[in-house]
């Protein structure tokens, strides 16, 4: 059984940067689809980032240019460096491992961006 495991949320002002880590049990962030979710209160869980084996990575427009997703396939573990933080960030953000036809994901953490 895959676990995956977030940290590194919390509150920041507008501006602000963190960065969330992603840490999974088994050695498959090197053969995975890796990506970031988030969902704010009242909405929709929506894709942020990912990052494919082969190294590929995109984006949603709105993060685009402020977020860099990364992966250590040493260290198993997926990392999400979050810049120039918006209001609009504010959700739960989730980490996802996408093994097709299996899918795995994350308890989530919190990211709180103050105006």
């Known amino acids: 059984q895959v676990q995956l495991v977030e940290s590194g949320g919390g509150l920041v002002q507008a501006g602000g940067s963190l960065r969330l880590s992603c840490a999974a049990s088994?050695?498959?962030?090197?053969?995975?689809?890796m990506g970031w979710y988030r969902q704010a209160p009242g909405k929709q869980r929506e894709s942020v980032a990912r990052?494919?084996?082969?190294?590929?990575?995109n984006y949603a427009d709105s993060v685009k240019g402020r977020f860099t997703i990364s992966r250590h396939d040493a260290a198993n573990t997926v990392y999400l460096q979050m810049n120039s933080l918006k209001p609009e960030d504010t959700g739960v953000y989730y980490c996802n491992a996408d093994l097709r036809p299996l899918e795995y994901w994350g308890q989530g953490t919190q990211v709180t961006v103050s105006s």
């Open positions: 990052i494919t084996s082969g190294g590929r990575t």
């Open positions: 088994g050695t498959i962030v090197s053969i995975a689809a």
